[in-house]
């Protein structure tokens, strides 16, 4: 099993551009989450699902967008990037609501 | 609101001496605790979990944890650290009433000197 992919791996963004991280995982878990990590600050929450085509904010929700249409999909949506955006994003996912999450590699992501 | 704290921001320890890292949080539920491994440049690997029963859990690596709740506290611990272990390492709290939205700690950075 692959678990969580990620792609891309790392990307340079301008100022109001936009972009979509993909997330797709192939353990068939119900539960999905993207986080954003900033040097110093531990793993913040942007967004999560448990299960497709259910969605609901975390912790820093203000400027991504997410979508659920499959179970393995769970991608995350920039509109208008920011450099508050730069930062490593990695997307987990996990079968049952308190059970262990499974990390993808992250990216990384610079906006100039 | 809920809350993990880890104290140490850094700690250096010789190539076989024992380590703790220290985590505390504040939890309006009964939670759940984890312990993650992130070597640079990777995502985050589990080292080991504690839900419910014996408060002294065993990981991988070597590790172990104890949740001493009068203490709101779940310090991690090796007997005998090897330079490979040198990595960021992340306490996280969960609860079921929050939906297993996980709470991380900043992380501590463990290096070790030869």
């Known amino acids: 099993n692959a678990g969580v992919t990620q792609t891309p791996k790392f990307r340079i963004l301008k100022i109001g551009q936009s972009m979509t991280l993909q997330c797709t995982q192939d353990?068939?878990?119900?539960?999905m989450y993207w986080y954003r990590q900033d040097p110093g600050m531990g793993l913040k929450l942007i967004y999560y699902?448990?299960?497709?085509?259910?969605?609901d904010k975390g912790e820093v929700p203000n400027g991504y967008n997410v979508s659920r249409s499959t179970t393995e999909d769970f991608p995350l949506r920039l509109e208008l990037a920011a450099p508050s955006q730069t930062s490593v994003y990695f997307c987990?996912?996990?079968?049952?609501?308190?059970?262990?999450?499974?990390f993808g590699p992250g990216t990384r992501l610079t906006v100039l | 609101a809920q809350s993990v704290t880890q104290p140490d921001i850094h700690i250096t320890v010789s190539e076989g001496a024992s380590l703790e890292l220290r985590c505390n949080y504040s939890?309006?539920?009964?939670?759940?605790l984890f312990w993650y491994v992130q070597s640079p440049g990777q995502g985050l690997q589990l080292l080991l979990k504690y839900f419910s029963g014996d408060t002294l859990v065993q990981g991988i690596k070597g590790f172990e944890a104890e949740f001493k709740r009068s203490q709101s506290s779940f310090n991690l611990r090796k007997p005998s650290v090897h330079w490979s272990d040198a990595a960021e390492y992340f306490c996280a709290v969960g609860a079921r009433e929050y939906g297993n939205k996980l709470v991380f700690g900043a992380g501590t950075i463990l290096r070790v000197k030869s």
């Open positions: 699902s448990v299960g497709a085509g259910i969605t």
């Open positions: 353990m068939n878990h119900n539960y």
């Open positions: 987990a996912s996990t079968p049952d609501s308190t059970d262990t999450q499974y």
């Open positions: 939890y309006g539920a009964t939670p759940y």
